[in-house]
């Protein structure tokens, strides 16, 4: 069972920072694409960051210029730092990795449990 393990949230005031960071445990026979979902409540989850393997990154608009995401091949993992925290990115922020693991051999979303950021005065 391939687990996304999140850590990094919590509670910022506006204007502040957090870096979000998502270990995978186990290693994946290639990596399509590794990023950041979130879902506020009461609305669907949307694409925050992403990068896609051999392509580059995106970023949501709402987020440009202000959210960076990395990598760490190395490490197996994937960052998200945040900074200019506004109150519109309060939600639960998913990691997401798009691969073929050793195991099946066959090309298939997962996720992990969401770690929730707030952002409030």
């Known amino acids: 069972q391939v687990q996304l393990a999140e850590s990094g949230g919590g509670l910022v005031q506006p204007g502040g920072s957090l870096r979000l960071s998502c270990a995978v445990s186990?290693?994946?026979?290639?990596?399509?694409?590794m990023g950041w979902y979130r879902q506020a409540p009461g609305k669907q989850r949307e694409l925050v960051a992403i990068?896609?393997?051999?392509?580059?990154?995106n970023y949501a608009d709402s987020v440009k210029g202000r959210f960076t995401i990395s990598r760490d091949n190395a490490k197996n993992a994937v960052y998200l730092q945040m900074n200019s925290l506004q109150s519109e990115d309060t939600a639960v922020y998913y990691c997401y990795v798009l691969g073929r693991r050793m195991a099946t051999m066959t090309i298939s979303p997962y996720w992990g449990q969401g770690t929730q950021v707030a952002v409030s005065s």
């Open positions: 990068i896609i393997s051999s392509v580059g990154t």
């Open positions: 186990e290693s994946f026979f290639s990596i399509n694409a």
